[in-house]
């Protein structure tokens, strides 16, 4: 495919790095939209200085928890071959970085002195579009790639080490799992009970989804009857719907959600 779309000099750009930041940019701003949006709504000053301040440390944080998280699901082959540039450019859109959004979500209201989770909806709103983005990089660079299949399924696509068979296309089902989701979720948002559920419907669909994409995936560690990686989509799915569940008979019951 094209892992490196276009070159200065000695310098090469990396396709995967180019949809990274384009992801970043995209998701920045609709979540800057919703931000506004929400502000209104409850007939507050939106704050701009604070979202600045949101973004800068945000970012970070999540690129930092999904390098640690790189570690953990390739443990064996950076052990193998352990090198800085493969830690500081792996895990960008994982498990480990969504844990560390849902983390951030949580955790920035609080030092804020802001009770609202509304700050956590967004965050989950805008996860997907910046998945679906940067899984065009994965595309492109070959990486993510799919298991071998001869069914009416399979594209003809390369893995990372450019070895052209037929394949799931998981990461195009990545892409259009992201955007798929996004836009669910961006059509329903204002139709939430209480806040915190664009987050609860984000992990519900994307466990799934990743648990049964991540089952095409090849060179995954295995768990035996599943991978470390549908495990992870299995748990956040359980998060999800547990979560969803106590919401439900909460509301059931009659008790206040906050």
């Known amino acids: 495919m094209y892992p490196i779309l276009f070159s200065f000099g000695s310098l090469n750009v990396r396709s995967n790095a180019v949809f990274f930041i384009l992801g970043c940019l995209a998701a920045i701003w609709v979540g800057r939209q919703e931000a506004k949006r929400l502000a209104a ?9 604070r979202t600045i301040l949101f973004i800068i440390f945000f970012i970070p944080f999540v690129y930092l928890i999904g390098m640690f998280n790189a570690w953990l699901f390739h443990l064996n082959s950076f052990l193998q071959s352990p090198s800085l540039q493969r830690f500081l450019f792996s895990g960008w859109i994982s498990y480990g970085a969504i844990i560390g959004a849902l983390l951030f979500g949580l955790i920035y209201p609080k030092i804020n002195k802001n009770t609202s989770i509304d700050v956590l909806d967004i965050i989950m709103l805008i996860l997907p579009l910046f998945e679906a983005i940067y899984r065009i990089g994965c595309l492109l660079n070959g990486c993510c790639s799919g298991k071998e299949t001869h069914g009416f399924w399979g594209i003809y696509l390369p893995n990372s080490s450019g070895t052209w068979i037929m394949r799931y296309p998981t990461q195009i089902l990545y892409i259009v799992l992201g955007f798929g989701l996004f836009t669910l979720l961006w059509l329903t948002r204002k139709n939430k009970r209480y806040e915190g559920e664009v987050a609860v419907r984000y992990l519900i669909m994307y466990g799934l989804g990743r648990f ?10 295995d768990l035996g009857w599943i991978s470390l ?5 299995l748990g956040l799915f359980i998060i999800g719907l547990s979560t969803w569940l106590v919401m439900y008979f909460k509301k059931k019951n009659g008790k206040k959600i906050r």
């Open 229 to 233: 990686h549908q495990a992870a989509g």
């Open 41 to 49: 709504e409850k007939h507050v000053a939106y704050n701009k200085k």
């Open 212 to 221: 049964l994409i991540d089952g095409m995936r090849v060179n995954l560690v």
